[in-house]
């Protein structure tokens, strides 16, 4: 999940994340300080994911 993650980041693609809740958020990823989440940029605003509520990840 992490490549996955940092290759989106690096191509500057947005991927599709599914949450152990069964929610989907997609949009922009990048890396805040702290690599224990991810920063997704989405049309609604930013949201920092745990890399541990997630589920699946759709590049």
Do not use: F
Not at 10 to 20: E, G, H, I, T
Not at 22 to 38: A, F, H, I, N, Q
């Amino acid at each position: 999940m992490y490549t996955y993650i940092n290759k989106a980041i690096q191509a500057c693609k947005p991927l599709s994340l599914l949450l152990d809740d069964g929610s989907k958020l997609s949009g922009m990823p990048s890396w805040p300080e702290d690599r224990s989440r991810v920063k997704i940029k989405a049309h609604g605003g930013a949201a920092w994911i745990p890399l541990a509520d997630i589920k699946h990840v759709t590049t």
